[in-house]
């Protein structure tokens, strides 16, 4: 099994920055690509970012192309997302996500963590 833990979140200001960390642990050698998504109580969880196994594919989500940057280490054991001019709309439980098969579904989830943004 495989254990994310995300860290970094908290409340800003609109156009602050955040970065978010994930920590990955137990099977790790499971690990091959790795996301981050988001959800709020008004919307379903929607896909933020992606990255492959070997970290140098990458896709966002239009509405944060430009502003997030998505990142992972080359021992897998930790995802990254760099927030830059956070706005209100940004506001959500941000969750970090991993799949077991190199083209298969998201299979293993983190508990998440809030990220707000006044205006």
């Known amino acids: 099994q495989v254990q994310l833990v995300e860290s970094g979140g908290g409340l800003v200001q609109a156009g602050d920055a955040l970065r978010l960390s994930c920590s990955a642990s137990?099977?790790?050698?499971?690990?091959?690509?790795m996301g981050w998504f988001r959800q709020t109580p008004e919307k379903e969880r929607e896909f933020v970012a992606t990255?492959?196994?070997?970290?140098?594919?990458?896709y966002y989500h239009d509405s944060v192309k430009g502003r997030f940057t998505i990142s992972r280490t080359n021992a897998k054991d930790t995802l990254y997302l760099q927030m830059n001019s956070l706005i209100p709309e940004d506001t959500a439980v941000y969750y970090c996500a991993a799949s077991s098969t190199v083209a298969g579904p998201f299979d293993f989830w983190g508990q998440g963590t809030q990220v707000t943004v006044s205006s």
């Open positions: 137990g099977r790790t050698d499971r690990i091959w690509n």
């Open positions: 990255i492959n196994w070997s970290g140098d594919s990458t």
